[in-house]
Each structure stands twice: as structure tokens, then as C-alpha cells.
């Protein structure tokens, strides 16, 4: 939601919830849908005491039941908008139907048509205020116009909130941030990811006897036991030595190993690149390897975190720079994938703009994207189990929080000499840092290599180097 929460004054008479309301009345809140009685319990774990009424800034909410509900399940009046709800450039908060414009993009009707209700815990509802804006807004003292109004009720609008502030499964809430190298442009077509994401079940181990390696995602290493003092020591609840050697070195060391092991079993056509990944909480540890160019991640499987992450990227267009102001040009390609050329001979060229992507390869082939993903349902599965123990087995858990990614660290490596001018400048084994599209889809994760933010052929790339994290 960018700054929206963040626009909207605090209203102290209330404990505001800002959540998109899906059309049939549950709560969307870190790709994971929620009923009224398990948002009502989401609340409460929020900080809501029932002292107050709730403000539920969400997309029609009162019309479909969902305000009636949560209501009822707090047993606390639920003040709610009749038609989706929209924030201006001035953090008034007001409800009115959608218009569309002729790019396809939603507007509000001005002025705002829709109402606000309180909704009762005994099942009755009474009007609220005289318009469409929030009961004791500021209304339109300096107008209010449709170019600065934002829609609450798009699907990145998936917060909770306190009445402190908005929060994001625990944390501020925040759109997606955007890739450096994506532009203002959004991409005609984002790419799909299923909803909701899909457990694709524990890894395959590779300690297995039988162990069959399924390229399009990771597989288990190892997993130390964070409580065995005999090989681990702790810093802050989060694994810091392994056998005597800091966790870095470890990781570092492992990769190698495992990158000589599947240099030489490198198929045709594969990546050059695999990957170890550690979570530092529970002590697994899982790698990847690129792979071929249709190992790709299952997209229905690609966890929650990581698909906030990839809307930073995946919806927006990437030029490629060859200057401050000049796009590097590419070639048109013909049906039978050769460059076309004019009358004169000369290859036709065009603006190297790349689409929902920062690299030229596929976002969800690399192997430390792949790792990664492995930890965070590996994670999941765990938060899971021990959330239902303790609230039994009936109740849903909440989404997982960032907090995770950060406990979290991965190394590429490469898995095959790199060369300049026929001269080796990374031999197999040594860092490959992660490439600008996996810099964004693993954002927040700590890489051992670095990062790089932009395509090798853009210009931007000079000089923006992130360094490895140290520890």
C-alpha cells in the first residue's frame, strides 16, 4: 500500500484495521485469507483489548457481511464503508464506487456516493456520519479530486492494523519496494502467481539413499541441531559458530564443496550457478542449482514472502540503461528468432526494456532463490505445527512474518569456470553474487557473495556493488 496507512490520521475513538476485504467477505493479509472469526482473533493478537470500536478501512466491507461478523466475533461495534474505500492525497478516508477510466485503472466517484455504517454485535447496524467520508473527517475542505486517490481495496492492500498505526503482519506496512532498475512503467501483464501459494511438501534430502534430485526446486543438506552446544554456538537466539568456525565460513565452506559436486555433474543447457542457503533459527540448510532453462519454481509454490517481494520487480518494466538518458538498443527478432534487417542490410533495433524481470534470466531458475524458498516453507511448516499445538488444531495460524528472511543467509556459487577474453576470472567454487533479480526476490535475506542490482549491460551496474554480508 506505499504510504497509504501512513497518510491516514490516527483516530484516537478508534482501533483502526486496514485489510483488503476479498468480494466474499475474508480478510487478505500476507497472501493468506482469513474468516471473521479468525481476523476477530488476528486483532486481538494485534493489541486490540475491546475497549474501543473498530474502524475497518476496507473494500466494501459492510456490504458483504464481513463487518457484520467480525463485529460479532469481537462483540465490539465495527464502524465499515458501503462501497470501497479510497485514501486522497491528503489521508481522508472516504467510500465511493469505482469508475473506470479509459487505460482500464479504477477511480472514485466524485463526489463520494457510499456510506458508513456501525455494525453491532447483536446483528443490527446503524448509519454513521452524513457523506461518504469517515465519520469527522476533514471532508473536502480543499477538494478532493480522483488523481491523488488511492484505491484501499487493490490486492496489494492486505495489511492489519493497530491504532497506533498500520502493520503489516507485525511490521509497518509497506508496498513491495520496487527493484533500482524498475522504471515508472508498469508491465502490461504481470506474471501469475496462483493464490493462494501451495506447501510443495519438505524438500528432497539429498542424505537419502534414494534421493532423485528434482532441479526446479531445492533439497536438504544438512540439519544442525541449534541446541547441540557440542557444535554450535548462539548470538541472539540465531546459530553464530558451526564446529569452531563462524557460521560464514561454514556456509562459505559447504558451498564449495557442493559447488565442485555439481560442476561435475553439470548437464548440457544447465546454469552455471548453485546455491547453499542456511536458516540460522533452526539450523537447515538447503541448496540449488539453476538448472535448465524450464527448471523453473513452480510458480503455485512460490512461498508468500517471496511473492511480496517479487512485485517489486515482476510489475513494473526494466530499461536498461547505456546512459543517464539513452536506452542500450537489442535487436528485433524475427518469427524465426534471427535478427530482422532493413533495406539497407542493417539490423533492426529497438529500446532493451525488459519486462517484470531486472536480468535477462528467469526469476524463479536460480538456485539461491530456489534454496531460499525451501527455508521459508520449511519455516512455515514448523510455525504451523507449534502455532495449532498451542491454539489448537482447529485454529489458523498467521502469515509468517519478515522477521524470517532476515534469520536467514545464502551463498551462489559458480559451477563453471567464468571467462573474459578467454582468460578465467571465476573458477568453479568462487562467488557469484546474486544477480538483480534474485538481489529483489530475496530482499532482506543476507547474501555471502553480494549482490548486483542492475543487468551486467546497464551502465547503473558500475559502481553499485552491495558487499557480501559479513556475518
Not at 532498475?181 to 537419502?208: F, I, M
Amino acid at each position: 500500500m506505499g504510504d497509504l496507512p501512513h497518510r491516514v490520521p490516527n483516530d484516537p475513538r478508534y482501533f483502526t484495521a486496514d485489510v483488503h476485504v476479498t468480494p466474499d467477505g475474508r480478510a487478505r493479509v500476507g497472501g493468506h485469507h482469513y474468516t471473521p472469526a479468525e481476523y476477530a482473533d488476528m486483532l486481538r493478537r494485534s493489541g486490540y483489548d475491546g475497549s474501543k470500536p473498530v474502524r475497518l478501512i476496507g473494500c466494501d466491507a459492510g456490504s458483504n457481511d464481513f463487518a457484520k461478523q467480525l463485529s460479532k466475533h469481537l462483540d465490539a461495534p465495527v464502524l465499515a464503508p458501503t462501497k470501497p474505500a479510497w485514501t486522497d492525497a491528503n489521508g481522508r478516508v472516504f467510500t465511493s464506487d469505482a469508475e473506470i477510466r479509459p487505460d482500464g485503472t479504477r477511480q472514485p466517484k466524485i463526489p463520494p456516493n457510499g456510506e458508513w455504517e456501525t455494525h453491532h454485535p447483536d446483528g443490527s447496524k446503524t448509519k454513521t456520519g452524513d457523506d461518504g467520508y469517515a465519520p469527522d473527517s476533514d471532508r473536502h475542505t480543499d477538494g478532493t479530486d480522483t488523481d491523488g486517490a488511492k484505491d484501499r481495496g487493490t490486492d496489494d492492500t492486505d495489511s492489519t492494523a493497530n491504532d497506533n498505526g498500520t502493520t503489516r503482519d507485525g511490521e509497518d506496512a509497506d508496498e513491495s519496494p520496487k527493484a533500482p532498475s524498475a522504471s515508472d512503467q508498469p508491465v502490461d501483464h504481470p506474471k501469475h502467481l496462483p493464490d493462494p501459494a501451495v506447501d510443495p511438501g519438505p524438500a528432497p534430502d539429498v542424505r537419502d539413499p534414494d534421493f532423485d534430485q528434482d532441479r526446479s526446486r531445492g533439497s536438504l543438506v544438512e540439519e544442525i541441531d541449534p541446541n547441540d552446544t557440542s557444535r554450535v554456538t548462539l548470538k541472539d537466539g540465531l546459530i553464530h559458530t558451526v564446529d569452531g568456525k563462524p557460521v560464514k565460513e561454514y556456509i562459505q565452506d559447504l558451498s564449495r564443496q557442493r559447488a565442485e559436486y555439481h560442476a561435475a555433474n553439470k548437464l548440457p543447457g544447465d546454469g552455471p550457478c548453485s546455491a547453499v542457503a542456511m536458516d540460522l533459527k533452526t539450523g537447515k540448510i538447503t541448496e540449488g542449482v539453476n538448472g535448465g532453462t524450464t527448471d523453473l519454481i513452480d510458480p503455485e509454490n512460490v512461498h508468500p514472502l517471496l511473492r511480496e517481494n517479487y512485485k517489486g520487480m515482476g510489475d513494473w518494466q526494466h530499461p536498461v540503461m547505456k546512459n543517464d538518458t539513452d536506452m542500450q538498443q537489442k535487436p528485433v527478432l524475427g518469427e524465426n528468432g534471427k535478427a530482422l534487417k532493413d533495406a539497407d542490410g542493417k539490423v533492426v533495433t529497438e529500446p532493451w526494456i525488459m519486462q517484470g524481470q531486472a536480468h535477462h534470466d528467469e526469476p524463479l531458475r536460480h538456485a539461491e532463490v530456489k534454496a531460499v524458498n525451501e527455508l521459508l516453507w520449511a519455516r512455515q511448516r514448523e510455525f504451523d505445527a507449534q502455532w495449532k499445538a498451542e491454539h489448537g488444531p482447529g485454529s489458523v495460524p498467521p502469515a509468517l512474518g519478515r522477521e524470517a528472511l532476515q534469520e536467514m543467509r545464502f551463498d551462489p556459487r559458480w559451477t563453471q569456470d567464468m571467462m573474459q577474453k578467454k582468460v578465467v576470472t571465476a573458477p568453479v567454487g568462487s562467488d557469484a553474487p546474486a544477480c538483480a533479480n534474485c538481489n529483489t526476490l530475496l530482499r532482506d535475506v543476507p547474501s555471502y557473495t553480494g549482490r548486483i542490482q542492475y543487468s551486467p549491460f546497464d551502465h547503473r551496474s558500475k559502481g553499485s556493488f552491495i558487499p557480501p554480508a559479513t556475518e
